[in-house]
């Protein structure tokens, strides 16, 4: 059974500062993987995929790696800014499955 | 339509009341999930349907939760005698098979 853990679960930084969330996984056989975001009493928005033949995806100041044989995906954020605070959670669809398994998440809090 | 809608957006129900729960995916989309998120946790999986067909429910709790999508568009989750344990977000999200996520704002239940 696929498990998905994130680390830190909550972290707190100055505004400018760039910053990584990890992500890992128990069953490499993944197909993709992807970022959310998550604000208070809101769904969940897609932020990057990546497939399993990929090493990476950027969308702006953030940048999401995947090593699929160690199990871990980091999501890095450069110049983080207050509007980037919220809930951060990775999620794979493993082998031919097609349901996502979500990690715990990271609540970041980017302060002025 | 825009996104994935959700109806109610709140839902207060009292101990073994039925609830229905609506959600209207993105046009095209045949991929529909149910997943129940937890104060604090990330989704879990419930369900999933491609077009009118269910093809995984072994997250659902018990046979007290059933979901449908008879002509494959809207679908709807229902709870039958619910109990406090069932008080969750449930969020429900459209794709296009294996495809990125698109999540609605979740129905908040909350059983008193």
């Known amino acids: 059974k696929q498990e998905v853990t994130q680390i830190p679960a909550a972290l707190s930084v100055p505004e400018g500062e760039n910053l990584v969330l990890n992500c890992s996984f128990t069953?490499?056989?993944?197909?993709?993987l992807q970022w959310f975001r998550q604000d208070p009493g809101k769904g969940l928005t897609s932020l990057l995929l990546?497939?399993?033949?990929?090493r990476e995806q950027t969308s702006g100041r953030l940048n999401a790696s995947l090593d699929k044989s160690s199990g871990r995906s980091t999501l890095y954020i450069a110049a983080s800014q207050p509007g980037d605070s919220a809930t951060y959670l990775c999620?794979?669809?493993?082998?031919?499955?097609?349901?996502?398994?979500f990690g715990t998440g990271t609540r970041l809090q980017v302060t002025l | 339509g825009a996104g994935v809608s959700q109806s109610p957006r709140y839902k207060v129900a009292k101990r073994g009341q039925d609830v229905a729960l609506r959600c209207d995916p993105i046009?095209?989309?045949?991929?529909l999930f149910w997943y129940q998120q937890a104060l604090g946790q990330g989704p879990e999986f419930l369900t999933y349907?491609?077009?009118?067909?269910?093809?995984?429910k072994s997250g659902l709790p018990s046979d007290r939760f059933f979901a449908e999508r008879p002509e494959g568009s809207v679908s709807t989750l229902k709870i039958q005698r619910t109990q406090q344990e069932d008080s969750a977000v449930y969020l429900c999200?459209?794709?296009?098979?294996?495809?990125?996520?698109?999540f609605g704002s979740g129905t908040q239940l909350s059983v008193l």
């Open positions: 349907f491609q077009n009118e067909a269910q093809l995984d």
């Open positions: 069953d490499s056989a993944i197909y993709n």
């Open positions: 990546i497939q399993s033949s990929q």
């Open positions: 999620a794979v669809i493993t082998g031919t499955a097609s349901k996502l398994t």
């Open positions: 999200a459209s794709s296009i098979p294996r495809g990125k996520l698109f």
């Open positions: 046009s095209g989309h045949v991929s």
